[in-house]
């Protein structure tokens, strides 16, 4: 018995589609369907190993079901088998029911391109688990290194930033009191300069707090606390820097906060350290639905391929970080940039992210 030459292109027709299927399911439930329209089968099993389970597909007129085994199932004795691995049934198979000579020869056209099809779907569905495994790696790694940020900026804060605080007024108090005594000019100099040593050391303090965890993010918001951000970059650097913002001010999750100020930092930090820019702009935008958070610096610009290694992978630390907190927040991070041409980063947040996140994906776009 042989195949039509229309049975055989819908073989043909199976194979090509059985390759774009988007899940496993439609994988078993087409075959079934390309079987049922060139024989008279009534249900087709499909067996085939995932991890360390089986997976059992049953499928008939009725639908298709598919149920996990811990042990190997037994194969039917009934209707006719193909494995997928000619030597061994522990690669999986396919039988089709009732058994024909024409089912038969029509499974064993099909059988190749079934297993195929699974094959490329396990391995996009380990892809799939090890990329959701990083990005969730990454998160947690954000997520605990902003509360140790945040704890170290409350004990800097609360606990030395007070002492050095008290010492400084204890300081003050003995320098007036030997002040008094005569013969004590030295004494009183000494006091004086041990106190001036205590405020700069209680500066140095309370800037390292704020680095670690601004919070005047948590009292005044994010316009204030990039504000800050901006008029301390100014101090100590060349760059003419200027912050404004757009649109009503909304009170943001702190979660937002704390990221879009962290991308704010390092973006900054980039244009201090690579740019050789001479203006540096910070524009907060607040629109019906999103907040915008753009950064913009006149320097040397670079071709944004370089960022990126021969995998596709982004080589960049600071761009790798902001991109990853934009995608945990259902965000888009943008960057145009071009030799000569200077940089933006562009930074977009839905104001409730725990109702976008996982609808919108992370975009990242580069113009030239």
């Known amino acids: 018995m042989e195949l039509s030459e229309a049975e055989v292109r819908r073989i043909a027709s199976f194979w090509r589609s059985a390759a774009k299927a988007p899940s496993m399911d439609s994988i078993v439930d087409g075959a079934f369907k390309t079987l049922k329209k060139i024989t008279a089968v009534q249900s087709m099993q499909v067996v085939y190993p995932m991890g360390h389970a089986a997976y059992v597909w049953q499928t008939s007129e009725?639908?298709?079901?598919?149920?996990?085994?811990?042990e190997w199932p037994a194969r039917p004795r009934k209707g006719f088998s193909v494995n997928f691995e000619p030597r061994s049934d522990q690669s999986g198979y396919a039988t089709v029911f009732p058994r024909s000579p024409k089912a038969a020869l029509a499974l064993q056209a099909l059988a190749p391109a079934i297993w195929t099809g699974l094959l490329l779907q396990s391995a996009l569905e380990r892809g799939r688990k090890a990329f959701r495994s990083e990005a969730e790696m990454a998160r947690e790694s954000l997520r605990a290194r902003d509360q140790e940020r945040r704890r170290i900026a409350r004990e800097l804060h609360d606990d030395l930033g007070q002492s050095m605080a008290s010492l400084k007024l204890n300081l003050k108090w003995a320098e007036e009191l030997v002040q008094k005594q005569r013969g004590t000019n030295e004494i009183v100099s000494e006091l004086s300069s041990a106190r001036e040593s205590?405020?700069?050391?209680?500066?140095?303090?309370?800037d390292l707090s704020h680095t670690l965890y601004p919070r005047i993010l948590d009292t005044l918001g994010l316009f204030a606390a990039v504000k800050e951000l901006a008029v301390?970059?100014?101090?100590?650097?060349?760059?003419?820097?200027t912050c404004t913002a757009k649109g009503k001010e909304r009170q943001l999750e702190k979660e937002v906060g704390v990221a879009l100020y962290r991308c704010c930092q390092e973006s900054i930090n980039n244009a201090v350290k690579h740019a050789s820019a001479t203006r540096l702009s910070i524009q907060l935008r607040y629109t019906e639905k999103e907040v915008h958070l753009t950064i913009e610096d006149d320097g040397r610009g670079f071709d944004p391929r370089t960022l990126y290694d021969s995998s596709g992978k982004i080589m960049s630390a600071g761009f790798w970080t902001i991109r990853q907190r934009m995608a945990d927040l259902g965000g888009a991070f943008r960057l145009s940039t071009a030799g000569g041409q200077g940089t933006v980063v562009e930074m977009i947040v839905p104001y409730t992210t725990r109702e976008n996140h996982g609808r919108r994906k992370n975009k990242t776009s580069h113009r030239g």
Do not use: C, N, W
């Open 232 to 241: 301390q970059v100014a101090r100590y650097s060349t760059l003419k820097v």
């Open 62 to 70: 009725k639908g298709t079901t598919k149920e996990p085994f811990e």
């Open 198 to 206: 205590v405020g700069a050391m209680l500066g140095k303090i309370r």
